[in-house]
T-cell receptor, first 115, second 114 residues
Framework: GAVVSQHPSRVICKSGTSVKIECRSLDFQATTMFWYRQFPKQSLMLMATSNEGSKATYEQGVEKDKFLINHASLTLSTLTVTSAHPEDSSFYIC???????????FGQGTRLTVV | AQSVTQLDSQVPVFEEAPVELRCNYSSSVSVYLFWYVQYPNQGLQLLLKYLSGSTLVKSINGFEAEFNKSQTSFHLRKPSVHISDTAEYFCAVSVAAAGNKLTFGGGTRVLVKP
């Protein structure tokens, strides 16, 4: 099966600092990766879609300057939360897809706590 | 645009009893349908999916879901639940033309009681 690994699984950072979350497809090439955010007891909300080698497409209401997404290779996408604040504390999940398959494979998620 | 509605936010159920999680969707075009399960502090795991063909799809751990186009529903069922089935379940749709961009429902928390 296809494996997507997300790192770190948990991170605590101080308010005002930046945090980078990595999403890797371990055994397939992912031309498209998606970043979701999940608030406690709520569903996943799509933040952005990233295609390898091009700029990410952000959903309405998501600040692109705050949530920097880079998809420099077919196996790695990163999400950087810049100048994090406590309200950015959340569970972030990525998914990756092959172009020839409709299934999305999810990482295990990253719980970010900003103190 | 698509939308997904999961009518029950929480479903308590006794062990070995049946459970049904309801999912309705809205879309002006054909969609693919998915059920995902999320255990605490973990990512999503695909439970089952409907792409085409038989409208009844089954998972390896006893869950099944039936696609009903006329009712725009994709309800999930299990005839006998286990304690280990306690988790959050998400219904999702994907528009084929848009690739794998998923629209999720609000989730249903299943709590299996002994």
């Amino acid at each position: 099966g296809a494996v997507v690994s997300q790192h770190p699984s948990r991170v605590i950072c101080k308010s005002g600092t930046s945090v980078k979350i990595e999403c890797r497809s371990l055994d397939f090439q992912a031309t498209t990766m998606f970043w979701y955010r999940q608030f406690p007891k709520q569903s996943l909300m799509l933040m952005a879609t990233s295609n390898e080698g091009s700029k990410a497409t952000y959903e309405q209401g998501v600040e692109k300057d705050k949530f920097l997404i880079n998809h420099a290779s077919l196996t790695l996408s990163t999400l950087t939360v810049t100048s994090a604040h406590p309200e950015d504390s959340s569970f972030y999940i990525c998914s990756a897809t092959r172009t020839e398959n409709t299934e999305a494979f999810f990482g295990q998620g990253t719980r970010l706590t900003v103190v | 645009a698509q939308s997904v509605t999961q009518l029950d936010s929480q479903v308590p159920v006794f062990e070995e009893a049946p459970v049904e999680l309801r999912c309705n969707y809205s879309s002006s075009v054909s969609v693919y349908l998915f059920w995902y399960v999320q255990y605490p502090n973990q990512g999503l795991q695909l439970l089952l999916k409907y792409l085409s063909g038989s409208t009844l799809v089954k998972s390896i751990n006893g869950f099944e879901a039936e696609f009903n186009k006329s009712q725009t529903s994709f309800h999930l069922r299990k005839p006998s639940v286990h304690i280990s089935d306690t988790a959050e379940y998400f219904c999702a749709v994907s528009v084929a033309a848009a690739g794998n961009k998923l629209t999720f429902g609000g989730g249903t928390r299943v709590l299996v009681k002994p």
